[in-house]
């Protein structure tokens, strides 16, 4: 199955950072788009689908942070936004890192950086076992929009099969399925000594609560948010 390009949008009111940004975003492989100020890369973002927008937070008309919390109102499948900003800005860091951004980076920008963070997110093998299959399909979707591999088990025994023959990333399961079970799943991961990090989530959780865990997991080693 061919692999669709990832979907990059540069939002900065310097041309120059656009230009450069873009020319080596797209030798990467990378499909990339831009816009001028905030409120061109709100209506880009409404328009389009991108896997990940790169924005500056101060710009003229509507600041990054800005564009992203009325985006959250706005639209429901989201883009993993990387902030970058020149200044010590502490509250609209602690918003953004609230929103649910994937970095929150100082200038002068550090391109194989942001290119690493990109990269950490692509292919990614990530287990779903949940109960509600319009749960676990939605979740997918989201997951594999954003650059995941993913792999769908029906029950419990399927999950624990997967387990013991790929080194997952992550296990995304339904909290409701039976101690027993679960105690299965933490004792495999245990026994085989691998990285997978279980992740529980509920049929009422809404599917981005599922997805922000992820995000923050995969950060929690890295320090990009400096």
């Known amino acids: 199955m061919k692999t669709e390009k990832i979907k990059i949008l540069i939002v900065d009111d310097h041309p120059a950072v656009r230009s ?19 409120q061109s890369g709100l209506n880009k973002c409404l328009e389009h689908s991108y896997n990940f927008v790169l924005i500056d937070v101060q710009m003229p008309k509507m600041n990054g942070v800005e564009v992203f919390r009325k985006l959250k109102e706005k639209k429901e499948k989201l883009p993993q936004f990387i902030f970058f900003t020149a200044y010590s800005l502490p509250e609209l860091k602690e918003e953004a890192m609230k929103l649910g951004c994937l970095a929150f980076l100082q200038k002068p920008i550090q391109i194989e950086k942001i290119i690493s963070l990109i990269q950490d ?17 939605g979740t997918i979707k989201v997951l594999q ?8 088990a029906e029950t419990m025994d399927d999950a624990l099969i997967q387990l013991r023959q790929i080194n997952y990333k992550f296990l995304i399961f339904d909290a409701d399925w039976p101690g ?12 085989l000594k691998s990285n997978t990090q279980a992740i529980e989530t509920h049929e009422d959780e ?14 929690s080693n890295k320090n990009y948010q400096k």
């Not at 292919?123 to 109960?131: A, E, F, H, R």
């Not at 809404?206 to 950060?219: F, M, Q």
């Open 206 to 219: 809404t599917i981005d609560i599922a997805i922000n865990k992820i995000n923050k997991l995969s950060l």
């Open 145 to 152: 929009n954003q650059g995941f591999h993913t792999v769908n």
């Open 20 to 38: 450069t940004m873009i020319d080596i975003l797209n030798e990467e492989g990378f499909e990339t788009d831009h816009a001028k100020d905030g």
């Open 180 to 191: 027993s079970e679960q105690e299965a799943i933490h004792n495999t991961i245990k026994t």
């Open 121 to 137: 997110y692509k292919n990614i093998p990530v287990l779903v076992c949940l109960k509600n299959k319009d749960q676990a399909d």
